[in-house]
């Protein structure tokens, strides 16, 4: 990717990220708590998260124009959001709000080694639907790339799918099982789901959406080439340390991972998807796209936090140049 995300026409590249929106509340510690034991904190973040502002940031960060389609509660926590998202740049005109509930909450824990785990509250997510994606027609005509993750009612994200394929939008799916849905089969995902540019699910996500073992690379390739002959043009099956699985009808091709230090893995997902939305809607290069956001889910890593690690064009692309010299 160049150092400008400029079109030839001059604009910047227009992304619409749909996405679930929550308050992390992370909270670093020695080491993540057992049933019953209490440890003490050494470092606590306040901040947006989940994956619609987490991915709509990274893209900004990226030089997109990026618009947030997702739905907080009517508290306090809501203007918080939209605040920190205006500092980023990123649109908040379609971040909905349900008066009678509360914004999604993720309470956070994250380990010396950077291993995390936690609870989350889905609050005003769960109440996002087709209609308020309806209202956004006009801008998913618009994009150049529109990014979703699948942790949203199913009914809201068919609908963007749909809107998405009848202006001819690319889509980047994250196919996360709706949050109606947890005890169903992923297997048992809407057939509009294949109709996105690319998928981007993890090894388990993926498997279980095939119904296969998630063991290694060579389970990852008969994955997405499953994915593909399912209908989506692209599988980039993520395996975290090991890197990422491109699948298409033509290639398979592993991608290996950046190596770092982590210091927290809560972002690495996320920065990964909104910066190969950012890539992809400049040029329509897969593998290179998913070289750039690999290099930017491996920076998230190197910080703590969700919106303060997520990395900048810049930092990606000179992690991307140290890697060609070495």
Same mark, same amino acid.
């Given at each position: 990717?160049? #150092?400008?995300?400029?079109?030839?026409?001059?604009?910047?590249?227009?992304? @619409?990220?749909?996405?679930?929106?929550?308050?992390?509340?992370?909270?670093?510690?020695?080491?993540?708590?057992?049933?019953?034991?209490?440890?003490?904190?050494?470092?606590?973040?306040?901040?947006?998260?989940?994956?619609?502002?987490?991915?709509?940031?990274?893209?900004?960060?990226?030089?997109?124009?990026?618009?947030?389609?997702? $739905?907080?509660?009517?508290?306090?926590?809501?203007?918080?959001?939209?605040?920190?998202?205006? #500092?980023?740049?990123?649109?908040?005109?379609?971040?909905?709000?349900?008066?009678? $509930?509360?914004?999604?909450?993720?309470?956070?824990? @994250?380990?010396?080694?950077?291993?995390?785990?936690?609870?989350?509250?889905?609050?005003?997510?769960?109440?996002?639907?087709?209609?308020?994606?309806?209202?956004?027609?006009?801008?998913?005509?618009?994009?150049?790339?529109?990014?979703?993750?699948?942790?949203?009612?199913?009914?809201?994200?068919?609908?963007?799918?749909?809107?998405?394929?009848?202006?001819?939008?690319?889509?980047?799916?994250?196919?996360?099982?709706?949050?109606?849905?947890?005890?169903?089969?992923?297997?048992?995902?809407?057939? #509009?789901?294949?109709?996105?540019?690319?998928?981007?699910?993890?090894?388990?996500?993926?498997?279980?959406?095939?119904?296969?073992?998630?063991?290694?690379?060579?389970?990852?390739?008969?994955?997405?080439?499953?994915?593909?002959?399912?209908?989506?043009?692209?599988?980039?099956?993520?395996?975290?340390?090991?890197?990422?699985?491109?699948?298409?009808?033509?290639?398979?091709?592993?991608?290996?991972?950046?190596?770092?230090?982590?210091?927290?893995?809560?972002?690495?997902?996320?920065?990964?998807?909104?910066?190969?939305?950012?890539?992809?809607?400049?040029?329509?290069?897969?593998?290179?796209?998913?070289?750039?956001?690999?290099?930017?889910?491996?920076?998230?890593?190197?910080?703590?936090?969700?919106?303060?690690?997520?990395?900048? $064009?810049?930092?990606?692309?000179?992690?991307?140049?140290?890697?060609?010299?070495?």
């Amino acid at each position: 990717m160049t #150092e400008s995300t400029e079109h030839k026409t001059g604009r910047n590249p227009k992304v @619409v990220v749909i996405g679930g929106t929550y308050v992390d509340m992370a909270v670093r510690c020695g080491q993540i708590p057992s049933s019953g034991q209490n440890v003490t904190g050494s470092a606590l973040s306040y901040t947006p998260a989940g994956p619609g502002p987490n991915q709509a940031v990274e893209a900004a960060l990226c030089g997109c124009e990026v618009h947030l389609i997702s $739905k907080v509660g009517g508290d306090p926590f809501a203007q918080m959001i939209r605040d920190s998202l205006a #500092e980023f740049n990123v649109n908040t005109e379609f971040v909905y709000t349900a008066k009678a $509930k509360n914004t999604g909450v993720l309470v956070t824990l @994250v380990n010396a080694t950077g291993e995390n785990a936690g609870c989350h509250f889905t609050g005003a997510n769960s109440a996002l639907q087709p209609l308020d994606i309806n209202g956004t027609e006009q801008i998913i005509s618009r994009a150049d790339v529109c990014l979703i993750h699948g942790q949203l009612p199913q009914q809201a994200i068919v609908s963007a799918l749909r809107c998405a394929e009848l202006y001819g939008i690319k889509v980047i799916l994250n196919p996360a099982r709706p949050l109606e849905q947890r005890n169903r089969k992923a297997s048992d995902l809407p057939i #509009e789901y294949f109709s996105a540019d690319i998928l981007i699910p993890n090894l388990y996500e993926a498997a279980d959406i095939t119904e296969q073992s998630a063991a290694n690379i060579r389970t990852a390739k008969m994955i997405g080439s499953d994915l593909v002959a399912r209908g989506v043009n692209h599988a980039v099956i993520t395996m975290g340390k090991r890197g990422c699985m491109v699948v298409d009808r033509n290639n398979a091709d592993h991608v290996p991972a950046f190596e770092i230090e982590p210091v927290d893995n809560t972002g690495r997902g996320d920065a990964f998807a909104g910066a190969l939305a950012a890539y992809y809607a400049v040029k329509h290069d897969v593998r290179g796209a998913v070289q750039f956001a690999s290099a930017a889910g491996a920076l998230a890593c190197t910080k703590f936090g969700s919106l303060e690690a997520l990395p900048t $064009k810049a930092d990606i692309i000179e992690l991307l140049q140290k890697a060609d010299v070495e």
